[in-house]
């Protein structure tokens, strides 16, 4: 089983930055993570995903150039760093975790389906 944790959200003006942090822990054979985020009324949508093997990442086209995703393996940790941010940003940032192989992930990373455990979530609200 496989607990992650999210932190590092708030609130924030237009054009500030904030970085998101996921810690996992438990027995995990993980093969890649994610950020999803949903906001109210809305689906929930992968915003970024890293490949936990080689380091390989995806960014949906609303966040490239904005957001980066990154892994410290010493400290199970995912970080989502999060640049110039909008008040479109604002939602309920969750961290995901996948085991299925990393052909999955490269096909599909933004596909819920493809997400074994999630987290409980950390809000992230821009003002404009």
């Known amino acids: 089983q496989v607990h992650l944790e999210e932190s590092g959200g708030g609130s924030v003006q237009a054009g500030g930055s904030l970085r998101l942090s996921c810690a996992a822990s438990g027995y995990t054979t993980s093969v890649y993570m994610a950020w999803f985020r949903q906001a109210p009324g809305q689906e929930r949508e992968g915003v970024a995903g890293i490949l936990l093997g080689d380091g390989r990442t995806r960014y949906a086209d609303s966040v490239k150039g904005r957001f980066a995703i990154s892994l410290n393996n010493a400290k199970n940790t995912v970080y989502l760093q999060m640049n110039y941010l909008k008040p479109e940003d604002t939602a309920m940032y969750y961290c995901?975790?996948?085991?299925?192989?990393?052909?999955?992930?490269?096909?599909?990373?933004?596909?819920?389906?493809?997400?074994?455990?999630w987290g409980q979530g950390t809000q992230v609200t821009v003002s404009s």
């Open positions: 995901a975790a996948g085991t299925s192989g990393g052909y999955y992930f490269l096909a599909s990373w933004g596909a819920l389906s493809q997400y074994n455990y």
